[in-house]
């Protein structure tokens, strides 16, 4: 294993990096397996329809006293 001491990215004066450019490849990505596209249709199926969550009732405001008796 090799341990070099670089420094650290310098941060930018609103706390943020600036982003690391890549150099453009010459080969393409892989293409997707069938789990990787059945994985990717699921998630724009959910982003499609929306769950709603369940309304939930808030309890009725109860004091001390009527928690005690």
Known sequence: MQ???SP???LNTDGNRSPI???PSSTPP???TDAQKEALQKLRDQLKNPV???VVETP??????????
């Open 52 to 54: 709603t969550p369940p």
């Open 21 to 23: 450019t890549l150099p």
């Open 8 to 10: 650290l990215p310098i």
């Open 30 to 32: 892989p293409p997707l």
């Open 60 to 69: 009725k405001k109860t004091s001390l006293i009527d928690e005690v008796v």
């Open 3 to 5: 341990i070099t001491n």
